[in-house]
């Protein structure tokens, strides 16, 4: 089923994905990364990652806030550092920005959009990257 143009969801669905942009955004400029390069989300009141606390290996969205809380600063090496992954996530973020206010003023269909967009191939991209910067991140743990 797809959101066609003309119904009131895909403006609402378009505005809430440009507000969710827009906080995750908001966040990363209020929070202070951690030099640890992971945890920065704890200053949300958040637990430390479960993962790391158990294993004391990272799970692959180790790093995440602290990537993006790098990237508003411009702060691109150590964002790196933090999750390399985050990085492709972030420019997928702030790309989004534009295409959902645009889409939610032009009350374009979601899924079609979506799909002309290549979400897919994004979204699989995403994880790909995801899973091999936490394959080379526990390598690089097990070989020191």
């Not at 143009?5 to 951690?34: E, K, M, N």
């Not at 790391?52 to 600063?73: D, E, I, N």
């Not at 889409?103 to 979400?119: C, D, E, H, I, Y």
């Not at 191939?121 to 080379?136: F, K, M, N, Y």
Request: net charge positive; with cysteine; charged share 10%.
């Amino acid at each position: 089923m797809d959101l066609g143009r003309g119904r009131w969801w895909s403006r609402v669905i378009w505005g809430l994905t440009a507000l969710c942009v827009i906080a995750v955004l908001a966040l990363a400029v209020i929070l202070t990364p951690s030099p640890a390069g992971t945890g920065t989300h704890t200053q949300l009141g958040m637990a430390p990652c479960t993962v790391l606390v158990l294993t004391g290996y990272p799970c692959p969205s180790c790093g995440l806030t602290t990537c993006f809380a790098h990237l508003v600063r411009f702060q691109v090496l150590d964002a790196f550092r933090a999750n390399a992954a985050g990085v492709l996530i972030f420019l997928v973020l702030v790309a989004l920005l534009p295409v959902s206010v645009h889409a939610m003023v032009r009350n374009m269909p979601v899924l079609s959009t979506l799909v002309f967009l290549k979400g897919d191939t994004v979204l699989a991209l995403i994880c790909a990257v995801l899973i091999i910067d936490w394959v080379v991140e526990i390598l690089t743990i097990l070989a020191s």
